[in-house]
Each structure stands twice: as C-alpha cells, then as structure tokens.
C-alpha cells in the first residue's frame, strides 16, 4: 500500500514555474515507477511524465516536453515536477501516481493523490 500527497500548485501567470512535489508513504516506493498526470474541468485525465523507480528513465507527453522536468529522490520517498514556460492550457489539477511500467495510461497506475489545483493565468 502507498499513500501519496501532492503539494506545491497555486496561481501562475503565463510564462511562469512552479515544482510540485509528490511524498509517498512505506518502505516500497523505490519500486515503483512514478508518474504525473493532470486532469482539467470537464475533461478526462491525461498523462504529463513518469520516472521510471531509479530515475534513469523518463517520458514525456508530447505537449510538455521541453518545459517540465520529473525527477525523485527515493532516500526521501519523494517525486517532482518542475514545470516552466506555463501556458493557460496547463491549469488543471495534478495528480501524482505510482505503478508498475513506465506507461502512459491512467489504468497502469495503481495508486493516486489527492491532486493539487495549478492554474495559469493569461
């Protein structure tokens, strides 16, 4: 079992950062492959990036890459998302997730967090 707790969003303008960051719960998060994804009003939740459980590997979506960083300190139990050059269209809540493969799909995840609201202003 993992628990995770999302933190870090807020109010943004257009061009701007924010990191968040994701804590998890137990002895066991070094095994898992962590991801990020976001879901916006009225749409279905889509992936942003994943780390695979060393942090050696890493995937993108297509419309993040080049702005956002995901990285993770397995002596803290702890996963990132740096994110730059925010456009409006990133305003979503952002969940963080953990699973088995280094995949894209919401269905491979097995545990989520609460997510945290960011927003981007124009």
């Known amino acids: 079992q993992v628990q995770l707790v999302e933190s870090g969003g807020g109010l943004v303008q257009a061009g701007g950062s924010l990191r968040l960051s994701c804590v998890a719960s137990?002895?066991?998060?070094?095994?898992?492959?962590m991801g990020w994804f976001r879901q916006a009003p009225g749409k279905e939740r889509t992936f942003v990036a994943a780390?695979?459980?060393?942090?050696?590997?890493?995937y993108y979506t297509d419309s993040v890459k080049g702005r956002v960083t995901i990285s993770r300190d397995n002596a803290k139990n702890m996963v990132y998302l740096q994110m730059n050059s925010l456009k409006p269209e990133d305003t979503a809540v952002y969940f963080c997730?953990?699973?088995?493969?280094?995949?894209?799909?919401?269905?491979?995840?097995?545990?989520w967090g609460q997510g945290t609201q960011v927003t981007v202003s124009s």
């Open positions: 997730a953990a699973g088995r493969l280094l995949v894209h799909r919401v269905d491979q995840y097995d545990y």
């Open positions: 137990g002895r066991t998060f070094s095994r898992y492959v």
């Open positions: 780390i695979s459980t060393s942090g050696g590997g890493t």
